[in-house]
T-cell receptor
Framework: DAGVIQSPRHEVTEMGQEVTLRCKPI?????LFWYRQTMMRGLELLIYFNNNVPIDDSGMPEDRFSAKMPNASFSTLKIQPSEPRDSAVYFCASSLPQGKNIQYFGAGTRLSVL | AQTVTQSQPEMSVQEAETVTLSCTYDTSESDYYLFWYKQPPSRQMILVIR??????QNATENRFSVNFQKAAKSFSLKISDSQLGDAAMYFC?????????????FGKGTHLIIQP
């Protein structure tokens, strides 16, 4: 299995631009998670999906952030408009639905907003 | 809400020695899962070990073992025979066992340095 695949690996953009991060979960995993990692706040859960349905988006920082999962093999996290404080590493992870199951992480996208 | 605390921002150990990383958590739930993840400079998050709260026996994975004290809400990681490849950030994480696949709650991490 190729694991969780995220793209791009690095993204540099200017303030005000739209940014779209992409994630392909492990085949057969029906839970998908988006996390953000910063020095100040550590690793934070932004949103998670079960069977393509958003379950909890309480971690999404503000309306500029949105996430979709149009099918079982693809998810996007969009920031519009982007701000310098959005600079972080964004991780996608997937798992089988029960709590005992391991979450497997992608390699992350390092976002820099200038 | 659950919280996870790692009180050691940085730890250093000589190669081949043993080191213990501390983690405490706060929850009102009785059933949950605890994890240690490793993040090397490549930034890939790698699972090290997992503990189910209903199991009294401490989990072990080769050189890695945990000391799980449910009453004290403590979940420390012991690395035996430390190797240079163990150098990384280590994160303790909590996940609820209640219905639905909740996300992980992470501690702030411990930076482990291995001295050759």
């Amino acid at each position: 299995d190729a694991g969780v695949i995220q793209s791009p690996r690095h993204e540099v953009t200017e303030m005000g631009q739209e940014v779209t991060l992409r994630c392909k979960p492990i085949s057969g995993h029906n839970s998908l998670f988006w996390y953000r990692q910063t020095m100040m706040r550590g690793l934070e859960l932004l949103i998670y999906f079960n069977n393509n349905v958003p379950i909890d988006d309480s971690g999404m920082p503000e309306d500029r952030f949105s996430a979709k999962m149009p099918n079982a093999s693809f998810s996007t996290l969009k920031i519009q408009p982007s701000e310098p404080r959005d600079s972080a590493v964004y991780f996608c992870a997937s798992s089988l639905p029960q709590g005992k199951n391991i979450q497997y992480f992608g390699a992350g996208t390092r976002l820099s907003v200038l | 809400a659950q919280t996870v605390t790692q009180s050691q921002p940085e730890m250093s150990v000589q190669e081949a020695e043993t080191v213990t990383l501390s983690c405490t958590y706060d929850t009102s739930e009785s059933d949950y899962y605890l994890f240690w993840y490793k993040q090397p400079p490549s930034r890939q998050m790698i699972l090290v070990i997992r503990q189910e709260a209903y199991k009294q026996q401490n989990a072990t994975e080769n050189r890695f073992s945990v000391n799980f004290q449910k009453a004290a809400k403590s979940f420390s990681l012991k690395i035996s025979d430390s190797q240079l490849g163990d150098a990384a950030m280590y994160f303790c994480a909590y996940r609820s066992a209640r219905g639905g696949a909740d996300g992980l709650t992470f501690g702030k991490g411990t930076h482990l340095i291995i001295q050759p």
